[in-house]
């Protein structure tokens, strides 16, 4: 059965400290990891996709990765802002459906 | 360029009432998924619609239903709702041309009493 798991369940950071979130999946064909930043009350906002191991993506403070069996989110030097709720998901079975981890809560301390 | 709308942003209803909830895509999108989003359960997949059919379907009772319409707007109606439907409901569209990445909106808060 595919899978998505995310590590760890919560995470709290002093800003300025540096850390990385792991995505491991267990999906037959890999068609795709993407990753999203949730906030409270709202929907998730799209951060990358990831397609092949040993591709690497980065925006402002954040760097995706992905290997064969897992994927990792590494923050440098965070900010109070960077707190949110980070998802992997990988498509599932047929069009346009993601399968979503339960997410790693990110709080950054001033 | 705008994003995908969700209205109502809030809803409460009680036991045994049914609710539409309504999603405007991006323009140019032609997809829309709806999805569940519960402290207990995560994020799951609803439906998918493109062309104003239904194109995919998650593990969800009868109770669950939606369609699209000519323009793209989506709606998604639950029947006889019961305590456990009370959830965030998002949808998300998805463009032609693109890696798949899906756009959400800022969801429906359904309470359900």
């Known amino acids: 059965e595919d899978q998505v798991t995310q590590s760890p369940e919560a995470l709290r950071l002093q800003e300025g400290e540096s850390s990385s979130l792991n995505c491991s999946y267990t999906?037959?064909?890999?068609?795709?990891l993407f990753w999203y930043r949730q906030d409270p009350g709202k929907g998730p906002e799209f951060l990358f996709t990831?397609?092949?191991a040993g591709e690497e993506k980065e925006k402002e403070r954040l760097k995706a990765t992905l290997t064969k069996k897992e994927s990792f989110l590494h923050i440098t030097a965070p900010k109070p802002e960077d707190s949110a709720t980070y998802l992997c998901?990988?498509?599932?079975?047929?069009?346009?459906?993601?399968?979503f981890g339960t997410g790693t809560r990110l709080t950054v301390i001033p | 360029k705008a994003g995908v709308t969700q209205t109502p942003r809030y809803l409460i209803k009680t036991r045994g009432q049914q609710v539409t909830l309504s999603c405007s895509p991006i323009?140019?999108?032609?997809?829309v998924s709806w999805y569940q989003q519960t402290p207990g359960q995560g994020l799951q997949f609803l439906f998918e619609y493109f062309s104003e059919t239904q194109r995919n379907k998650g593990n969800f009772p009868g109770r669950f239903s939606g369609r699209q319409f000519s323009n793209s707007r989506s709606e998604m109606n639950v029947s006889t709702l019961e305590l456990g439907d009370s959830a965030l409901y998002l949808c998300a569209s998805v463009g032609p041309g693109t890696g798949g990445e899906q756009f959400f909106g800022p969801g429906t808060r359904l309470t359900v009493l």
């Open positions: 990831l397609y092949s």
């Open positions: 323009s140019g999108h032609r997809s």
């Open positions: 998901a990988s498509p599932g079975p047929g069009a346009n459906n993601l399968f």
């Open positions: 999906v037959s064909g890999l068609r795709g």
